[in-house]
């Protein structure tokens, strides 16, 4: 009997500790005790988990830093619940399900990946809660959704710098697109850079050909023939930064030369990691520049996150996770309420908050007009080349 009463206070001790850290009244957590919660979807497994894992760095540095909040004159501490989307579609939408209805967040960030958010969007939408994306940059994560915000610019401006980009810098009359087709972002931006380059040109023959792949192939020989056979003055092959960096590799082996170009999914370490010297040369546009800190918000994020991180810079999208925390913030302040109606409206007011990646000021959209960045692979680190601005 002795034993069998120490075997059920051990579980009565396990579902005391298993209770959240800020219970409130009879265990309610949220809004309605003195915890406010705030979800983060991210792929932090899966094809896209080495970007998932930089944006909740940036998010987690920014609540360790901003804690807590006071709304009405209550206090409230700010408690992340990151949930893995897993890299699939239906997995970003399980996770912003349980976020809302397990538990019982105010407001969302995330994701990684553009297909990722929108298909987390949806339930966001249905269920009323605000979403602030952080790098998801297609403009269907916003379209037609009145509760999705981002902080970063979005692929129209990132498809027309790279386009002029290739127009100007690189010299270049043609063009091959290389697509992720099972990718919203890469097929997205692939247009837009299409769009932009054929006006560029004058010339509607000027894109000699696309060549598609799809998430997770290793093999691409068959489209590197075609581009080979095609004769292209550049290569714009926006896609995941492991795959990218598989195509550059194998077009270097192959003695392809051809300039390529890609989008803000390269800045990983796992892009140089993957290509090692065969990415060197390899161009892309991305959201920030530690040589161009412009404000007093950029300076404090890298002074935090350089003493934490061996004085190592960050990458673009960790700064847009640490903004994107910041701004849901700010919007809860402005609101004078932790109810996600009125954060929601806070939110689509958004005007000059000041971020460490640039000013943002959202459109009836909900999106950010911001400046891009100009990167390049040299000597197995990524350097800045130029800013352009919108």
Excluded at 119 to 126: D, M, P, R, S, T
Excluded at 233 to 249: H, Q
Excluded at 289 to 305: D, M, Q
Aim: proline share 4%; net charge neutral; with cysteine.
């Amino acid at each position: 009997m002795r034993k069998r009463l120490s075997v059920i206070g051990l579980g009565l001790l396990l579902s005391s500790l298993a209770m959240p850290l800020f219970a409130g009244p009879k265990g309610e957590t949220g809004p309605s005790g003195n915890v406010i919660k705030i979800g983060v979807f991210e792929p932090m497994t899966g094809a896209n988990a080495a970007g998932g894992a930089m944006e909740v760095e940036g998010i987690r540095l920014a609540n360790e830093l901003n804690p807590s909040i006071t709304v009405g004159g209550k206090t409230y501490k700010v408690e992340l619940v990151v949930a893995d989307n897993k890299s699939d579609k239906v997995e970003a939408a399980n996770a912003v399900q349980r976020l809302i209805d397990r538990d019982k967040v105010t407001l969302l960030l995330g994701s990684w990946g553009s297909s990722l958010a929108m298909a987390g969007g949806e339930v966001a939408k249905e269920a009323k809660i605000p979403v602030i994306g952080l790098s998801c940059t297609n403009p269907l994560v916003t379209a037609g959704n009145d509760y999705y915000f981002r902080v970063c610019f979005t692929d129209p401006f990132q498809g027309t710098v790279m386009a002029n980009y290739a127009y100007n810098d690189v010299g270049a009359r043609s063009a091959v697109i290389v697509r992720e087709v099972s990718n919203d972002y890469s097929v997205g931006l692939a247009k837009f850079f299409s769009d932009t380059f054929k006006q560029r040109t004058g010339d509607s023959g000027s894109i000699l050909g696309t060549v598609d792949y799809n998430t997770g192939d290793q093999d691409f020989s068959a489209q590197l023939t075609a581009i080979s056979s095609l004769k292209p003055d550049v290569i714009f092959a926006p896609g995941n930064y492991t795959e990218s960096a598989l195509i550059m590799k194998q077009a270097r082996e192959l003695g392809i030369t051809i300039p390529v170009l890609g989008g803000d999914t390269w800045e990983t370490p796992e892009f140089i990691d993957v290509g090692k010297e065969r990415v060197e040369g390899a161009v892309f546009s991305t959201f920030f520049a530690a040589e161009h800190a412009a404000n007093r918000a950029a300076e404090t994020f890298l002074k935090e996150y350089r003493a934490r991180y061996n004085n190592k810079d960050p990458a673009a999208v960790t700064v847009l996770g640490y903004d994107g925390y910041l701004l849901a913030l700010d919007a809860i302040k402005r609101a004078g309420s932790v109810e996600a109606g009125k954060i929601r409206e806070a939110l689509a007011k958004t005007a000059g908050f000041v971020g460490a990646a640039g000013t943002v000021t959202l459109d009836a959209n909900g999106d950010a007009t911001k400046s891009a960045f100009i990167k390049t692979v040299q000597n197995g680190k990524f350097v800045f080349k130029t800013i352009v601005n919108p």
